[in-house]
């Protein structure tokens, strides 16, 4: 989606901009934030490709990821709460789009097979399938941009005795909703993001105690009763898990939060990218061109504390690659400068080093290009002010708001607090609604949303 809003942004100052075909496999666009109830396999036999849980909300401040080009004041036309739902984001994206005339370009439904490159006429031949039909057909082009995401496919690891656990048992990524966890003891591997929010999800849903599991590192925050961190699983027997401190606990269900692999099935060994996630992930020059094609391209293929924001910086650098705008330097040049990112990259000791670091990662980007360049260390100090709200309180971070870094508007506070909020939709969460029996009888102490702004100079 950046990367057609870049070229429409080309064409309407006047330029001319080359042919553009887009394969998106599933019926609509919005990646991620395209839900999918589905887990397994689609309607199609395709892999299910979205992670995302039905309850989902954005887990960082929405000011940290909007569009400099296109702003939420714009799409909402009012201010809406710092932490959105799943819904509303996909209705943001989507709407940028939809305003530019860039849905001729998509053919939906259509997956990418097979990519190939041919060094004589410096060319691509993409086989495709439409997945409806059936029909394949394979069509040359010059240029190929890589935009299918990385937590799609997930990481499983084996577990000693696994296979013997009785209760329910998946990865985050089959995660669609925490409903059936209440009354639950819960146990999740991993000590990330999905561990994190599918955890506190459950405990939001009523489950009777959530526990995590770390391999590295316990994620540390000051849980409430109910939950704890303990270490590394050894081996499951039955319903009773055994943890690397000695400790065993019985378990209802357990949710896999170890992560996802890049994976490119369409493309030859040379060309797919492989790496652990990372913020900075090797063959990749500026994050976008691929080592061994100037011709072949990667969008969001770093792991992400910039979002949208980030994917249009380096949609506009592609873009820009393409139209002739900006010159590549030689392949040893371009060797040279990721060894430099990559030494930069090695010596990142903490979060906020790793946040600072995809901020300069992102202005040498938009650096050279139009794309409009907005205060990234203002973002710097939202997402540390972020990380400290969380430590703060993990159930309330959410009811936190912040000014936009492009507007300069002022979040507002949502009308529900988020562990109380159980509607998730565009509807509600864009509605004004009175105040339930139940807040008017506890009053508003606890009925109102917590609206301490935090002063991103906090950091
Ligand atoms: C559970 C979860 C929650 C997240 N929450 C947040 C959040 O709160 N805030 C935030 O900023 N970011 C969040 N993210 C990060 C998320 O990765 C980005 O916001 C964003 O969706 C990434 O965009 P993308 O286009 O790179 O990849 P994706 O969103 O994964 O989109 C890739 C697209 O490629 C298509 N595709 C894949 N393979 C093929 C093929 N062979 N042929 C054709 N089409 C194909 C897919 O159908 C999909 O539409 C979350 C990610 C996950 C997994
Ligand atoms: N509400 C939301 O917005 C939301 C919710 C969920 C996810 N997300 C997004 O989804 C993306 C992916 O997050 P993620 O948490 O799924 O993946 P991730 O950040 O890559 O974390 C993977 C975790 O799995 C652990 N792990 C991997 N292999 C393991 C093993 N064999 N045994 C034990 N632990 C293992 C890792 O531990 P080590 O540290 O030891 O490597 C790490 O803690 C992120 O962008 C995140 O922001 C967003």
């Known amino acids: 989606m950046a990367q057609l809003r870049a070229f429409e942004s080309a064409k309407r100052t006047g330029r001319a901009i080359p042919e553009i075909v887009c394969f998106e496999k599933q019926a609509d666009w919005g990646g991620q934030w395209n839900f999918d109830w589905r887990t397994g396999v689609d309607q199609h036999g395709e892999p299910v490709h979205s992670s995302m849980y039905r309850n989902l909300w ?38 940028r789009v939809e305003r530019s005339d860039v849905k001729q370009y998509v053919r939906f439904s ?94 939001k849903m009523g489950a009777r105690s959530v526990t995590f599991s770390y391999r590295t590192a316990p994620m540390g925050f000051d849980w409430p009763n109910g939950m704890e961190e303990l270490p590394l699983v050894t081996s499951f027997e039955g319903d009773t898990v055994h943890f690397t401190n000695g400790a065993e606990r019985r378990f209802d269900a357990v949710v896999l939060c170890t992560g996802y692999l890049h994976h490119y099935p369409f493309l030859r060994d040379d060309l797919a990218l492989s790496s652990p996630n990372n913020v900075y992930p090797d063959g990749l020059y500026r994050g976008v061109v691929r080592e061994g094609s100037d011709r072949l391209f990667y969008l969001g293929a770093q792991d992400q504390w910039f979002t949208f924001n980030m994917f249009d910086a380096q949609a506009w650098f592609a873009r820009d690659v393409i139209l002739g705008d900006i010159e590549l330097p ?14 930069r990259f090695a010596k ?22 139009d794309y409009p360049m907005f205060d990234l260390d203002e973002v710097v100090r ?17 009811d936190k708001v912040y000014p936009s870094v492009m507007t300069g508007t002022m979040a507002a506070a949502h009308h529900t ?7 998730d939709s565009l509807e509600r969460y864009l509605s004004s609604p009175e105040p339930n029996g139940v807040e008017r009888l506890v009053g508003d102490e606890a009925a109102a949303p917590v609206t301490t702004a935090v002063s991103p100079a906090a950091s």
């Open 382 to 398: 939202i997402f540390l002010a972020w990380k400290h709200d969380k430590q703060e309180n993990i159930l309330t971070y959410r």
């Open 330 to 343: 030689s392949a040893e040049e371009r060797r040279a400068h990721m060894d430099a990112w990559l030494a």
């Open 110 to 203: 259509t997956v990418a097979r097979w990519v190939e490159y041919d060094a004589a006429s410096e060319t691509f031949s993409v086989t495709v399938e439409n997945v409806k039909t059936g029909a394949t057909e394979t069509e040359r082009f010059d240029h190929v941009i890589v935009a299918t995401g990385h937590f799609s496919t997930p990481n499983v690891p084996q577990f000693d005795g696994i296979a013997t656990f009785q209760g329910s048992l998946r990865h985050a990524h089959d995660f669609r909703g925490a409903e059936d966890l209440a009354d639950k003891d819960v146990l999740l591997i991993g000590a990330s993001y999905s561990a994190e929010d599918i955890g506190v999800q459950a405990f």
């Open 348 to 369: 990142l000791e903490s979060a906020a080093d790793q946040v600072r670091f995809q901020a300069d990662y992102i202005r040498d980007l938009i650096e050279q290009t």
């Open 58 to 95: 954005s887990n960082g401040p929405k000011e940290a990821l909007e569009f400099a080009e296109y702003t939420f004041d714009e799409h909402f036309g009012k201010p809406i709460s710092s932490y959105p739902p799943r819904e509303v984001l996909w209705d943001y994206i989507n709407g």
């Open 417 to 423: 607090p988020w562990l109380q909020e159980l509607d």
